[in-house]
T-cell receptor, first 119, second 111 residues
């Protein structure tokens, strides 16, 4: 069964350092997302990406964050200067269509997450 | 008022019990309602997807949506220890690409 893969599974970094989290979405999917989950809190939307551009972003997704699809298979999230409060599990997801596309095509498939710890 | 409210539990039931999980929401624009299951240290996995008021059944799972009350439920019949996980409700207005999640209910089914 196709799946979304994420690397690294866990990254520890010092405050102020740049971090890149990588994702390989499911190959025929067109919509890509990053969500995050701070320990003990709810899953929060960060950004969605379609047709090589950001389609939506949340208030969390400030100038410190950027996304890129560098080579047609990878989808990356970059945090330029990490802060302590960026420590969280970051989930990549992909879907064939947008949420309104119905159960089959609108389903978001999530990766297993990248745990980021900022010291 | 939070956009989506979900009782965090934890909820502990014996094997075979019927489980009821609930979410309320305040945004009347939400049209698409989902339930995700999240095992420890894993990503969320879609269980149910609905876009209209009423009930939808899939095996041991039934999703119920009441748009007039802004209330959704997930029922699990004949619960199994393998159902032990955190259950997340999620919603979208459809025009957006994003899902708004509840905080999740941690369920333990005891053998």
């Amino acid at each position: 069964e196709p799946e979304v893969t994420q690397t690294p599974s866990h990254q520890v970094t010092q405050m102020g350092q740049e971090v890149i989290l990588r994702c390989v979405p499911i190959s025929n999917h067109l919509y890509f997302y990053w969500y995050r989950q701070i320990l003990g809190q709810k899953v929060e939307f960060l950004v969605s990406f379609y047709n090589n551009e950001i389609s939506e972003k949340s208030e969390i997704f400030d100038d410190q964050f950027s996304v890129e699809r560098p080579d047609g298979s990878n989808f990356t999230l970059k945090i330029r200067s990490t802060k302590l409060e960026d420590s969280a599990m970051y989930f990549c997801a992909s879907s064939e269509a947008g949420v309104a596309g119905g159960r089959r095509s609108g389903e978001l498939f999530f990766g297993e997450g990248s745990r980021l710890t900022v010291l | 008022q939070k956009e989506v409210e979900q009782d965090p539990g934890p909820l502990s039931v014996p094997e075979g019990a019927i489980v009821s999980l609930n979410c309320t929401y305040s945004n009347s624009a939400f049209q698409y309602f989902m339930w995700y299951r999240q095992y420890s240290r894993k990503g969320p996995e879609l269980l149910m997807y609905t876009y209209s008021s009423g009930n939808k059944e899939d095996g041991r799972f039934t999703a119920q949506v009441d748009k007039s009350s802004k209330y959704i439920s997930l029922f699990i019949r004949d619960s199994q220890p393998s159902d032990s996980a955190t259950y997340l409700c999620a919603m979208s207005d459809g025009s957006a690409r994003q899902l708004t999640f509840g905080s999740g209910t941690q369920l333990t089914v005891l053998p």
